[in-house]
């Protein structure tokens, strides 16, 4: 039996016994005993006797002060000492600071599950609970501080025992995966979550939008590597953490810290800091409130008043936000308007006014102002063209409203899109293209998963699979706008970026979700969504995604008609579109190669930077061939024009260009071309390019070959009346003859 004494001072002694022993599995005592100030020593030689007024098994661990009391007024006030802090349920009562909770889980293996455990008040719960707690006390009451054990409920599953453990504070709680451990051997799978051991420190007030803070994890030994998790205040997803660009980890064993290098909305949440020993998992927790600034979009209807036949017309002014728990203070500069109430639109929240403007002005100018709870402000303009009896206007084209001459007129997308497209109306009161830049919504939460990765928020396999399992989705749906296009190459690259800034792979898993991604983009269909520059920075991200990847197979998908990979051998040499290629490669080295069937015709067609007009002829193939020195393409179906040269390129991803370094062409005739890999090497696993033909539109100049057709064409004539001459004159001797 053990015996702890935590003691008070001054009149009243407060002690709490834990006593554990073979007859009992474990008993807390609860006593209050009024003393004398010098009666301290003379009680503490007492309760060293105690082993002699029992059964003589029993010792006492520790003798500590809770509580200083003095007399004051003939009242007793007291304060809890160090270490100690006031009961929430008991003000007269202190308990220690670093209590620690404990909640788990076992499976019990040979326990048939019963319906009638749901029910605390039934028999079957009560009879299991009792044997629960006395089995489980038993095992978890050898450690030092051990409180109290309470069975919460079971559920299904075999039988599945939640319960709850308080020890009164965090010292030798280390050793409970030794207990827990033991368990497992004799019951069922055994996991514990604990709350106290480890300590967690941020700040414990509001924190200003985009400033860097700091949370840090301190244990009092070292129990090795922590994990970081958020759950967000938005969705009440729990996140992994890893490093990015606006979260930093500064370990210092046994501590560990972040660093949030801009808070913004992703960052307002519950912070988790963990650490798993075997089935133990010792965790504190944060809440981390940012007072957030909102993105503001702000527009008018009508956007260009008409006053060639009013003097005054009435204009709403919408300034939207997306929908968010920060109580904002919205002002409006202008004190000339009527306040419309908030209203909530596809997860936007709306801020109206109405303003009736003067037909005096060429243009006016509003604005909203909104102020978080730190009294920091984001503002937002709007310029109100207005038309007057004299201006020049474009007439009104389909959707777009008459639109004051020099100005843009801005139409918020609709639909399951967001964005706006833009028209100018030229000087001269004609309309110019339309700019599209509205995106598909699911393509744009798509790129925020990406772009919170990169930020440091997730971990890189778990989003990288949702990603690219969602843009293959979304990418098959009517993506057909430039702005579409733009959006999805920006997700390969934020996914490139991670995967090389983390040394992170795809997966054999992802990879196909990818590739098929990657095809939809460049459909026949999309290719007036596409420009030059864009799928350069396609080519790029892409190639760096599969530079990560180890691709174990072929890919060939009828989901993918744009995109096929294919893995080389000495005794393995297949196809690509059309493409057979032969590497100068060693015995048991290996390659692979992934086609891109429409991208020639979306690429620059330019080499070198030199101006010859050039169309592509072949599919683009990029090649990774870690041991090989060069590659022979034979391209077949390639069409050449007769006296039109082909060039065989490799594509030059810093300068957005082609290039015929390093490759040659088999000359007039040949279907082959030969490239060096030795132009492209970024790391030890890498080797190789982008390789294809391109075909000059116009046929080859040859020097002085007009004047050589006239030269052999009067030979030709002079030859032809010789021979007529000789001929004839033949003929006559024949005859006379």
């Keep these: 039996m053990e015996l702890l004494l935590l003691m008070s001072l001054n009149s009243l002694l407060l002690f709490n016994a834990y006593i554990t022993s073979a007859e009992l599995n474990y008993l807390v005592l609860h006593a209050e005993i009024s003393i004398e100030d010098n009666a301290e020593g003379h009680l503490t030689e007492l309760l060293q006797t105690f082993p002699n007024v029992t059964h003589g098994s029993e010792s006492i661990r520790e003798i500590k002060t809770t509580r200083d009391?003095?007399?004051?007024?003939?009242?007793?006030?007291?304060?809890?000492?160090?270490?100690?802090?006031?009961?929430?349920?008991?003000?007269?009562?202190?308990?220690?600071?670093?209590?620690?909770s404990v909640k788990g889980e076992i499976v019990l293996k040979d326990e048939p599950y019963d319906n009638k455990l749901t029910d605390r008040a039934s028999e079957e719960f009560k009879k299991l609970s009792k044997k629960l707690t006395q089995e489980l006390s038993k095992c978890y009451s050898r450690l030092k501080w051990f409180r109290s054990l309470n069975i919460l409920h079971f559920s299904k599953g075999s039988?599945?025992?939640?319960?709850?453990?308080?020890?009164?504070?965090?010292?030798?709680?280390?050793?409970?995966?030794?207990?827990?451990?033991?368990l497992q051997n004799t019951s069922g799978e055994t996991t514990l979550v604990t709350q106290g051991f480890v300590t967690i420190t941020a700040p414990d007030y509001t924190v200003k939008f985009n400033t860097s803070q700091n949370l840090s994890c301190q244990t009092s030994q070292p129990i090795g590597q922590f994990t970081w998790f958020l759950v967000s205040s938005k969705d009440e997803n729990k996140i992994e953490i890893h490093g990015g660009t606006e979260v930093k980890f500064i370990d210092k064993p046994p501590n560990t810290q972040i660093r949030l290098e801009y808070t913004s909305y992703i960052w307002r949440g519950k912070y988790i800091c963990e650490f798993q020993q075997k089935s133990v998992k010792h965790q504190a927790h944060a809440f981390l409130d940012v007072a957030l600034l909102p993105v503001i979009d702000i527009y008018t209807k009508p956007q260009f008043p008409n006053c060639k036949e009013a003097d005054e017309v009435n204009v709403k002014v919408t300034c939207a936000i997306t929908n968010t728990t920060e109580p904002y203070t919205v002002t409006w500069e202008d004190p000339d308007f009527i306040p419309e109430d908030i209203k909530y639109e596809r997860g936007d929240r709306l801020y109206r006014i109405r303003k009736t403007i003067k037909c005096k002005e060429e243009n006016y100018e509003v604005s909203c102002n909104f102020t978080n709870r730190l009294n920091q402000s984001q503002l937002q303009k709007v310029t109100i063209p207005v038309i007057k009896t004299n201006s020049p206007v474009c007439n009104k084209d389909g959707d777009w409203p008459q639109a004051k001459a020099g100005h843009t007129a801005t139409l918020q997308c609709e639909g399951d899109q967001r964005g706006e497209r833009t028209r100018k109306c030229s000087k001269d009161k004609t309309w110019a293209t339309e700019i599209n830049k509205c995106v598909n919504i699911d393509l744009q939460d798509i790129a925020g998963k990406a772009e919170n990765l990169e930020r440091g928020l997730g971990k890189f396999t778990e989003v990288a699979s949702k990603v690219f399992e969602d843009m293959k989705a979304s990418t098959q749906r009517s993506i057909n706008s430039a702005a579409n296009i733009d959006t999805s190459v920006s997700i390969f690259g934020t996914m490139s970026r991670v995967s090389v800034a983390k040394n992170e792979s795809l997966g054999e898993t992802v990879l196909p979700d990818f590739l098929i991604s990657a095809?939809?983009?460049?459909?026949?269909?999309?290719?007036?969504?596409?420009?030059?520059?864009?799928?350069?920075?396609?080519?790029?991200?892409?190639?760096?995604?599969?530079?990560?990847?180890?691709?174990?197979?072929?890919?060939?998908?009828?989901?993918?008609?744009?995109?096929?990979?294919?893995?080389?051998?000495?005794?393995?040499?297949?196809?690509?579109?059309?493409?057979?290629?032969?590497?100068?490669?060693?015995?048991?080295?290996?390659?692979?190669?992934?086609?891109?069937?429409?991208?020639?015709?979306?690429?620059?067609?330019?080499?070198?930077?030199?101006?010859?007009?050039?169309?592509?002829?072949?599919?683009?193939?990029?090649?990774?061939?870690?041991?090989?020195?060069?590659?022979?393409?034979?391209?077949?179906?390639?069409?050449?024009?007769?006296?039109?040269?082909?060039?065989?390129?490799?594509?030059?991803?810093?300068?957005?260009?082609?290039?015929?370094?390093?490759?040659?062409?088999?000359?007039?005739?040949?279907?082959?071309?030969?490239?060096?890999?030795?132009?492209?090497?970024?790391?030890?696993?890498?080797?190789?390019?982008?390789?294809?033909?391109?075909?000059?539109?116009?046929?080859?100049?040859?020097?002085?070959?007009?004047?050589?057709?006239?030269?052999?064409?009067?030979?030709?004539?002079?030859?032809?009346?010789?021979?007529?001459?000789?001929?004839?004159?033949?003929?006559?001797?024949?005859?006379?003859?």
């Design 69 to 100: 009391c003095q007399e004051v007024d003939k009242t007793n006030k007291c304060e809890c000492t160090k270490d100690f802090k006031e009961d929430e349920d008991n003000d007269n009562l202190c308990i220690p600071e670093k209590r620690v």
């Design 159 to 182: 039988v599945i025992v939640v319960f709850e453990m308080t020890f009164d504070t965090n010292e030798g709680l280390e050793k409970i995966d030794e207990i827990t451990a033991s």
């Design 519 to 737: 095809s939809n983009i460049i459909n026949d269909s999309l290719k007036d969504s596409w420009n030059p520059d864009l799928a350069a920075d396609y080519l790029s991200n892409v190639n760096n995604l599969l530079d990560q990847s180890y691709p174990s197979e072929d890919f060939e998908d009828k989901k993918a008609p744009n995109i096929k990979l294919k893995l080389y051998d000495r005794s393995n040499r297949g196809k690509v579109y059309n493409v057979s290629m032969d590497f100068d490669m060693d015995a048991g080295s290996s390659a692979n190669v992934t086609g891109f069937r429409t991208l020639g015709e979306y690429l620059p067609l330019q080499i070198d930077n030199t101006t010859t007009e050039l169309e592509p002829r072949a599919t683009v193939l990029r090649v990774n061939a870690p041991s090989a020195k060069k590659v022979t393409f034979k391209f077949n179906n390639v069409n050449r024009t007769k006296n039109h040269e082909l060039h065989c390129v490799v594509w030059l991803p810093d300068k957005k260009t082609w290039s015929s370094k390093d490759c040659k062409w088999g000359g007039a005739g040949s279907d082959e071309c030969e490239c060096k890999l030795n132009s492209g090497v970024r790391s030890d696993r890498y080797k190789g390019g982008s390789f294809t033909v391109l075909m000059s539109k116009h046929p080859v100049n040859i020097p002085y070959v007009d004047d050589l057709t006239t030269i052999g064409l009067g030979v030709s004539i002079v030859s032809l009346i010789l021979c007529l001459l000789i001929e004839f004159a033949v003929w006559n001797s024949v005859v006379k003859g």
